[in-house]
């Protein structure tokens, strides 16, 4: 038996203490008059809150799509304006640039990069090869073929007879 | 003090009555809630007013739990009685209120049944004897009992409540408050120390 049994009997005499009888039906309908509030407020917040989301919503949308409008053309022309210029290459050029093989410096290039420099040069080259055929068929027979070397050909471009001697007549004749 | 077999049929058969009403309630049978509220209000108000000591806030409190009891019913899965669940949820939003409310507290007292009167411990402190120290009438000894709980930690007064004035046993206040019996043991040991400082005139 516990030492403190007065004492919890004591305490006990609490359980004695009361509300009073109607306490409990009063209590009942205090409980239905909240959740009726309840229901209703959260009621209205959920519809405030649809508007609140609806109204938002309608703000936001057209902003984001006008700011994303806006940014991918100032991003497109600004790509544009700092692009760099293509050279004019006429048509010629493109032909003798597309009979050479090209370098391996000049492939790995991105597209637009257009080394124009060394295509001028593969363009002088073929120019000045040309003009020694030509000059040299002017110069020299019918038999004698052009060769492919550039002996004939200055790398000034200018003409130059293949021989300073004048050749017979009887060589002009057949 | 330990369970008998009278008490024990009776609660076996209350917690099947309240098992038939939950699940109404589960679903959606408001009038079967109803009927729980009608069966607990008078022991959880009793509860929450002795560790409260004022019966406005507790009559505030009990709203609060039932209110919370029936947004959580449908989630209650019967792995303990429905007595169990909501004596927790009780304890747990009291103690929580109690600890917002602070210590000093105003006390209003509730009105005292009429049939304390034929109560032998009450009838043995109110009556003249050699030994007493005094005569003591209704509202002074609630004054003085009311005092002497004010004067107990949250914790102990939890358990003298529920064990000396509800009179559930040792297990099924373990199972309330989540901790070992021994535990609650210690803390009864501990408050009727207390108690008997205060009280301790009322019981030569």
């Known amino acids: 038996m516990s030492e403190f049994k007065d004492i919890q009997r004591l305490i006990s005499l609490k359980k004695y203490e009361t509300p009073g009888k109607d306490f409990v039906e009063d209590f009942l309908a ?49 790509w544009i304006s700092l692009s760099p210029a293509k050279p004019a290459v006429d048509s010629t050029a493109l032909v003798l640039v597309a009979a050479q093989t090209m370098p391996v410096t000049m492939q790995v290039q991105p597209a637009l990069a257009v080394d124009s420099q060394l295509i001028r040069e593969v363009e002088h080259d073929r120019k000045l090869e040309i003009d020694g055929i030509l000059l040299s068929r002017h110069f020299e027979s019918d038999e004698i073929m052009p060769s492919d070397s550039t002996e004939v050909v200055s790398l000034s471009g200018a003409a130059v007879p293949v021989s300073a001697e ?8 057949r | 003090m330990e369970t008998a077999d009278e008490p024990t049929k009776l609660r076996t058969s209350s917690a099947a009555e309240d098992r038939v009403l939950v699940d109404r309630a589960q679903d959606g049978d408001t009038r079967a809630f109803d009927d729980l509220v009608r069966k607990y209000t008078p022991k959880l108000y009793g509860m ?24 959580s019913v449908k989630r209650f899965q019967g792995k303990s009685s429905f007595y169990t669940w909501i004596y927790s949820i009780s304890v747990n939003m009291t103690l929580n209120f109690l600890k917002k409310r602070g210590r000093y507290a105003k006390v209003s007292l509730d009105d005292v049944d009429s049939s304390i009167h034929h109560d032998p411990e009450f009838i043995k402190v109110t009556t003249s004897q050699k030994d007493t120290v005094r005569e003591v009438n ?46 609650v043991r210690s803390r009864l040991f501990y408050a009727h120390r207390l108690l008997q400082t205060h009280l301790e005139d009322l019981v030569k």
């Open chain 1, 30 to 78: 205090q409980f239905h008059e909240r959740q009726r509030s309840e229901m209703l407020r959260q009621s209205s917040l959920n519809l405030v809150w649809d508007r609140m989301a609806a109204y938002f919503y309608d703000l936001v949308t057209p902003k984001w799509v006008l700011a994303t409008a806006t940014a991918s053309v100032a991003l497109l022309v600004a």
């Open chain 1, 166 to 173: 004048l050749l017979p007549v009887s060589a002009f004749n």
């Open chain 2, 48 to 71: 929450v007013y002795n560790m409260t000591s004022n019966r406005e806030d507790t009559a505030d409190l009990l709203q609060e739990i039932f209110a919370k009891a029936y947004r």
């Open chain 2, 138 to 183: 209704i509202h002074e000894l609630q004054i003085r009992l009311n005092s002497a709980m004010m004067h107990l930690s949250e914790d102990h007064r939890t358990v003298v409540t529920l064990y000396d004035i509800q009179g559930l046993q040792h297990n099924e206040i373990s199972k309330m408050l989540g901790v070992s019996e021994g535990t």
